[in-house]
């Protein structure tokens, strides 16, 4: 269906400065002739409120990172492991904000580790080189745990914790995910019902786009071995120039500030192998946007969790990577924006298990052999598998924390 044309222009045009008001008062008291601005249609004035909702959005993000957290040396006691944030991506076209927090891993791991070694060792130690244990890992008859019901609300605490630890075989050994549903099919579309003036078949075009955003920026095989993520990409309206150059800016040339992993999981194939297929579990919900009439905003949160193993190795490790992807969904017949795209609001984003590099492009895991030689790493601790509470998004961008599972 084409797009339907806006009868305003951008963001310039929508309304008179207040610097033009002022200019025109001060003329008409001196008796200069000028020409009145013109009060803009009421259209129009939709348009300014939402341009002006992005610019204060945009002020808000302004100079502001996210938290960095890296990983920490073992010591006895066992220390929690960690993970870090990363800088917060600025806000695109005075529209999308992104922002990151990143953990990797260390002590409480070496701590798991070795009670698991004292209690099984041939299922331990089957992961490590040269295949030490020589076990089938520690679930019971190979049998997995019955999945979880679909998460329908905001939990109230973190999951419990399993028994067991990765390997290539059984990478969410020991992990919440174990129960968690795989793949795409785990990303739930909520009933589309008209909200806030917005028509039922268009929140349903943009629950179908959040959707198809994070199976491609997150699901995707080649995008996860570092390939550019064009599906995810296409699927951003053309109309928020700023976010997409940003983003391919991100893609072309990483830096410490703009990093596509804020957006897009990827790995170094060279590096790690990813080993069996992406646990997910989260929710998809549809709120009126309160401060504009014929808006609703989607928000959807989901942790997703990668089992990944030395390439050409044994040794099995997880990342979890929860993003949290706000997009708008407009009537269009108030509000420009192009049929079939996704307006993106805002994206956050939390990384357990990456080191505090920042601007290579990819996600980088700690294995339990290196954590031995880890720097000692102190900071703020998180549970990355608790969804009961909200993805960081400030802080000092120079702090390394730690996650106390993987």
């Not at 989901?302 to 706000?326: K, N, Q, S």
């Not at 307006?343 to 294995?367: Q, V």
Request: hydrophobic share 35%.
């Amino acid at each position: 269906m084409p797009e339907k044309p806006s009868e305003e222009s951008r963001p310039a045009s929508a309304a008179p400065t207040d610097d033009v008001w002022e200019q025109f008062l001060r003329e008409s008291e001196a008796g200069v002739p000028a020409s009145a601005p013109k009060e803009p249609s009421a259209r129009a004035r939709m348009g300014t409120e939402r341009l002006r909702a992005m610019d204060e959005a945009r002020a808000a993000a302004a100079g502001r990172k996210g938290r960095r957290f890296g990983k920490r040396k073992p010591v006895a006691p066992a220390q929690p492991e960690g993970w870090r944030t990363g800088p917060a991506w600025q806000e695109m076209n005075g529209r999308a904000s992104r922002r990151r927090t990143v953990w990797s891993v260390a002590g409480v791991l070496t701590a798991a580790v070795l009670a698991a070694v004292a209690v099984n060792p041939s299922a331990a130690l089957s992961w490590l080189p040269g295949g030490l244990g020589g076990g089938e890992g520690t679930e019971a008859a190979g049998a997995e745990a019955s999945p979880l019901a679909p998460e329908t609300a905001r939990p109230t605490g973190a999951p419990g914790e399993a028994e067991g630890i990765p390997t290539r075989d059984r990478p969410f050994a020991g992990s919440p995910a174990a129960r968690w549903e795989a793949g795409a099919d785990a990303i739930r579309l909520p009933e589309a019902k008209a909200v806030n003036g917005v028509p039922a078949a268009r929140v349903e075009e943009a629950l179908r786009g959040a959707k198809e955003f994070l199976v491609a920026a997150n699901l995707d095989p080649a995008v996860l071995k570092g390939a550019e993520p064009v599906k995810a990409l296409a699927l951003v309206d053309p109309l928020e120039a700023g976010h997409l150059a940003d983003l391919r800016s991100a893609l072309r040339s990483p830096t410490e500030d703009n990093d596509p992993v804020s957006t897009f999981t990827r790995f170094d194939p060279r590096k790690v192998d990813l080993v069996g297929e992406v646990r997910v579990r989260g929710r998809m919900t549809v709120a009126p946007d309160k401060e504009a009439e014929g808006r609703a905003v989607i928000t959807a949160d989901y942790t997703f969790v990668y089992g990944v193993a030395r390439a050409g190795g044994d040794e099995t490790t997880r990342v979890i990577v929860r993003r949290v992807l706000r997009v708008d969904a407009a009537d269009l017949g108030r509000y420009q924006g192009t049929e079939g795209r996704l307006w993106i609001r805002d994206h956050a984003s939390e990384i357990g298990n990456d080191d505090c590099r920042w601007g290579d492009g990819l996600i980088n895991p700690s294995f339990f052999s290196e954590l031995r030689t880890a720097s000692p790493q102190a900071g703020q601790t998180r549970d990355p598998y608790d969804r009961s509470t909200e993805v960081s998004r400030d802080g000092d961008p120079d702090e390394c924390g730690v996650v106390t599972r993987t």
